[in-house]
């Protein structure tokens, strides 16, 4: 019998339409009204809903041995295939486990829990024989997300002495990593119960160290971390020593995990008492990092591991001590908050590490320029940071802005445009960083204008360009005078590049290039003198602007592309309408323009069409239409998606 029937049968037997409600003691009625209620008295309702548990409690009993290992003489013998089937097979019984669960409720708890107490206590009971209790386990884990937070009368003796009190600490990998992710599947729960977080840590802890069992100690440890970081807040001096004992024997995937989980407590303290433990758990990876930085000197590539992987520690203890919300914060000057947390970390232990944080990224950038993958998790780590609103491992501003401009001009890797795209989201809504962010914008429009000099240069770095424009985007979002207050060299130089974006082949080169042309034409300003600034600009781009669109539109452009074309366009005939209809005049005027399959006649009506229509949907449709015709696929089969 396939597993789905018991998932139908189990929606069939509590849905009212098919089996009415029993009413409550109370004597509310429950039930759907009588018209759609079936023809089943109260008494068959209730031999139903006995006869459902006798069921479902059989099923449970044959599911728990599907999912039973075999014994360990006959798995060796498994095919690697084999083994995965069977994995893949337990993931489905769980959902079906799950299914049971809404039909016997604490009955189910109640069985599961009885029978891993009996199975631990089974007398003469073989150190081999485990593959039975681990079934059972599983079982419980599988029910973990329909638990209610209030239930404890069955879990407090599964996580007391009767069960995991007396769990074996030895051998038994499968039946260990269960039970540990039994742990971490029962996150929620424990933040509504956390007097038994004590033993269900007792028991994860020292697996963190067991090569077999570290993945499923770490996620579990992270798990109960991130979900109970409030109930753990108090014991954050514990979890420090633990880490200090355990860090050196973990290994550095599982190892991330833990400085993570360590981090996510620590971001739940007041921000004057985040300091010390925080300085604790990162002192080996910055004096690791020191050391790796002095001999990398001689050395770079010899030494690169090292600083990936202390550099990935740092980003995973940054993202532990960000909010649970993980949103992007936004610089405010007056904002009470942050100016609390700068007065806790103006202390000199908390500037002292930013000092040697500073100082370490610095070194890194500068001997590992060439090197995208390090840059690419220093870059990681420096998004990390921007992120923080404690600022506890994050750069000062005018010292990251300076590290991205000297270290793209070294060596143009997108990352540190990436990185300048979060600077101007956090700081640029603050006009006091405007002559830095403007400084900076010079600089990297520089180097990269400089580097990139033609369309084909262009699509050879679709990085590089899809991080430009994406940063343009943003400057024009969050701080558009700074854009507007650049050199006019320099600002035609970034409209012709623009344009010449438009015409790109990459696809996600040529969205960014899009995005930013549509956000310009977009612009919609108060400002007398600059709202007539940026239409001069458009009357001396928006012929070429519209040449790249309707050539893209027209076929030299992927037909994905053609929607994201038709958006840019719209808003320029939507701004500038006498000017685009002079423009169309002129431009399909031309022979064999934008394609030589399409006739002045239907270019005319092209024409008509979206400058006539003023709906974006209808809009889109006539340039599509329009597209599949300059393409000459009007007849075929893709002529319509």
């Known amino acids: 019998m396939p597993l789905q029937f018991w998932f139908m049968l189990q929606e069939s037997l509590y849905d009212p339409e098919v089996i009415p409600v029993i009413p409550n003691v109370s004597g509310n009625n429950t039930s759907v009204p009588e018209a759609e209620t079936p023809n089943i008295s109260l008494t068959g309702v209730q031999q139903i809903r006995d006869s459902s548990m006798v069921v479902f409690r059989r099923l449970i009993e044959v599911l728990r041995c599907k999912v039973q290992y075999p014994p360990d003489s006959e798995w060796a013998e498994w095919s690697k295939d084999l083994k995965e089937r069977f994995r893949h097979h337990r993931r489905d019984v769980g959902d079906t486990i799950m299914n049971a669960y809404y039909v016997l409720r604490c009955q189910m ?32 884990k599988s029910i973990s997300e329909a638990i209610e937070h209030g239930e404890n009368i069955y879990l407090s003796r599964l996580f007391g002495a009767e069960v995991y009190g007396v769990l074996p600490v030895q051998g038994h990998s499968k039946l260990r990593n269960t039970a540990l992710s039994l742990i971490g599947s029962y996150a929620e729960w424990f933040k509504y119960n956390p007097q038994y ?5 007792n028991y994860l802890i020292p697996a963190l160290s067991d090569i077999e069992l570290a993945l499923a100690a770490a996620t579990a440890f992270k798990e109960i971390c991130d979900t109970c970081r409030d109930s753990l807040v108090n014991g954050i001096e514990d979890l420090v020593k633990i880490y200090i004992v355990v860090g050196p024997n973990i290994e550095p995937r599982e190892k991330q995990k833990v400085i993570e989980s360590i981090a996510d407590v620590i971001q739940a303290l007041p921000p004057e008492k985040m300091i010390q433990p925080l300085l604790t758990i990162t002192s080996d990876i910055i004096h690791t990092m020191k050391d790796a930085i002095v001999l990398g000197k001689q050395n770079p590539p010899q030494f690169r591991e090292i600083i990936i992987t202390q550099l990935e520690y740092l980003t995973c203890c940054g993202r532990g001590i960000q909010p ?11 904002d009470s908050e942050i100016k609390r947390n700068h007065f806790a970390f103006d202390l000199i232990p908390a500037q002292g590490l930013v000092n040697t944080l500073s100082e370490i990224i610095r070194d890194i950038a500068e001997i590992w320029y060439q090197d995208s993958e390090v840059i690419e998790c220093l870059c990681k780590f420096l998004n990390t940071g921007i992120r923080i609103k404690s600022h506890l491992l994050s750069m000062p501003f005018e010292v990251i802005v300076y590290l991205i401009q000297i270290s793209f001009q070294r060596h143009s890797h997108a990352n540190w445009l990436e990185i300048a795209v979060q600077i101007v989201i956090v700081y640029g809504s603050s006009s006091k960083h405007n002559v830095a962010l403007r400084d900076l914008l010079f600089t990297l429009t520089s180097t990269t204008i400089q580097n990139i000099r033609n369309q084909a240069e262009m699509d050879q770095y679709p990085d590089v360009v899809h991080s430009y424009f994406k940063l343009l985007t943003e400057i024009l979002r969050k701080c558009p005078l700074i854009l507007y207050s650049l050199q006019s060299d320099m600002f035609n130089s970034i409209m012709k590049f623009s344009v010449a974006g438009l015409g790109l082949q990459e696809r996600l080169a040529l ?21 007539t600034g940026i239409e001069n600009v458009m009357m001396t781009y928006g012929l070429e602007i519209m040449r790249e669109l309707l050539l893209g539109i027209g076929g030299k452009l992927p037909r994905s592309c053609v929607i994201s074309m038709s958006l840019v366009l719209f808003k320029m005939i939507g701004r500038y309408i006498e000017a685009s209809r002079e423009w169309l005049r002129t431009l399909l005027a031309q022979d064999n323009f934008p394609s030589p399959h399409v006739n002045q006649l239907t270019k005319q009506n092209f024409a008509k069409g979206i400058l006539s229509t003023r709906t974006l949907k209808r809009f889109k449709d006539i340039v599509t239409d329009f597209s599949i015709k300059c393409r000459d696929l009007e007849d075929s089969a893709y002529g319509y998606t």
């Open 197 to 201: 977080l004590l033993s269900a840590l």
């Open 511 to 531: 969205n960014s290039a899009a995005n930013f042309m549509g956000e310009f034409v977009g612009q919609n300003y108060d400002d007398k003198e600059l709202a």
């Open 109 to 140: 708890l109640d069985f599961l829990i009885e029978l891993a107490i009996s199975q631990i206590n089974a007398p003469g009971r073989a150190p081999s024989q485990w593959q039975d209790l681990e079934s059972t386990l599983f079982c419980i």
């Open 324 to 334: 649970p919300d993980e949103e992007l914060i936004i610089i405010d000057e007056n």
